[in-house]
């Protein structure tokens, strides 16, 4: 796909990501030459004639819109795939993929470490239709191997999980699913393009919720969901079509233009997350922290991060945990200042503290939920692109008062 410009026509797979991510898939209005892709908040397009129909590409917006096709262009170039399709939320894309690629006495091999939204969907919704999941530990190849039956379909891994970070070794995974003809999906949400583009290392799909790094800034919510065959892509957009789980034209819009500075977004919260969990670490009231930046990161975990992250880099989330437990790490969530915020989601310029046991998670059993490590007192953190020092500030006040 070629961009043209006032000087000429450059090629976009010949650039680098920076530039990717502000011109990937968009086009100067024709008309106009407005620079930004404009909103076509229409439902329907007349077409010119009954033998013309589709000509122009479009006909109803549940199909296809051209603002949302636009992101999804800009995806797919980032993701390296063959197409990408964009959807009212993540959940709807996470919903869209289990029911593209699996019916009812399918089996899917999922990890026991996801999005509490993903676990809660396969329990209470896709069981009860007649599919069977197998929740296994995803640091364990041999684990997921031996989950494997004679109608096991799909295989949905995280990575970094949320909200335990633990990395999935994706290039191993898809091995395995291409050994087996299984499609292997992965939710990228926590790493981005910027530190893992999935469909380089085997991965069939990936999946975000452009609520968190897309969008970046609290604005919108919606998912994605990019493949690496053109095959696969035809059979998202053909469930999608049926669902109508689309994104609207504004929100579309709204994440074109925060897309642009996803690079220097994440690179900024990474190295923050760095200095916040070197903090952490070494305060006398903080029992563990876990960040993949840190010495003490597991060691086989450590080599899977320096394997799949780019830019020596590793995101902007972490999570810890206070001594005195339970009742000590609520107080710490609910004493600490701006310019941490607490509530639910990630990803944004605004730094967040969440309570994964009663926010993003608690739909889990409590059973499941403990057996992964997230603990009624666990601390999750996404660092935004406020001054380190004020986070550090804010961070030891709440610690040295507990």
Not at 6 to 16: L, M, Q, R
Not at 95 to 101: E, I, N, P, S
Not at 190 to 214: N, Q, R, W
Not at 285 to 295: A, F, H, S
Request: proline letters at 3%; glycine letters at 8%.
């Amino acid at each position: 796909m070629s961009t043209t410009g006032g000087s000429g026509t450059w090629v976009e797979g010949d650039c680098g990501q920076s530039t990717q991510l502000v011109h990937a898939g968009v086009n100067p209005d024709p008309t106009t030459g407005a620079i930004l892709t404009p909103i076509v908040q229409a439902t329907t397009f007349v077409q010119e004639s009954i033998d013309l129909y589709l000509s122009k590409g479009y006909s109803y917006s549940r199909t296809a819109n051209p603002t949302v096709r636009a992101l999804e262009n800009k995806i797919a170039e980032i993701e390296h795939a063959a197409g990408a399709t964009c959807f009212s939320t993540g959940m709807a894309a996470t919903v869209t993929v289990m029911t593209a690629f699996m019916r009812a006495g399918d089996h899917c091999v999922i990890t026991n470490c996801s999005y509490g939204g993903t676990n809660r969907v396969a329990r209470k919704m896709f069981m009860g239709l007649g599919m069977e999941f197998s929740f296994v530990d995803f640091t364990d190849l041999a684990e997921i191997e031996g989950a494997i039956k004679p109608n096991t379909k799909l295989i949905f891994s995280e990575t970094p999980a949320n909200p335990t970070l633990t990395l999935t070794d994706l290039q191993g995974v898809s091995a395995i699913a291409k050994k087996h003809n299984i499609v292997h999906c992965c939710d990228t949400t926590f790493a981005t393009p910027i530190i893992t583009l999935a469909l380089d290392h085997g991965v069939d799909i990936a999946m975000h919720s452009t609520t968190k790094y897309y969008d970046g800034h609290n604005m919108t919510v919606g998912g994605v969901i990019a493949c690496k065959t053109a095959e696969h892509d035809a059979e998202i957009k053909f469930f999608q079509n049926m669902h109508g789980n689309v994104m609207s034209p504004m929100v579309a819009f709204l994440t074109l233009q925060a897309t642009k500075t996803m690079k220097l977004r994440v690179l900024q919260q990474s190295q923050t997350a760095q200095k916040v969990a070197e903090f952490l670490e070494a305060h006398e009231k903080v029992e563990i922290c876990r960040y993949p930046g840190l010495e003490s990161f597991p060691k086989a975990q450590k080599a899977i991060a320096d394997k799949q992250h780019k830019n020596n880099v590793h995101g902007g989330m972490l999570w810890f945990e206070v001594k005195g437990g339970t009742d000590a790490g609520r107080r710490l969530m609910d004493s600490v200042q701006r310019p941490w915020s607490l509530c639910e989601n990630l990803g944004a310029t605004e730094s967040i503290i969440t309570c994964p046991s009663v926010m993003t998670h608690a739909n889990m059993e409590k059973e499941d939920r403990l057996k992964v490590g997230i603990t009624d007192g666990f601390v999750r953190v996404s660092c935004g692109i406020e001054d380190t020092e004020d986070l550090i500030r804010a961070l030891k006040v709440a610690l040295d008062n507990l």
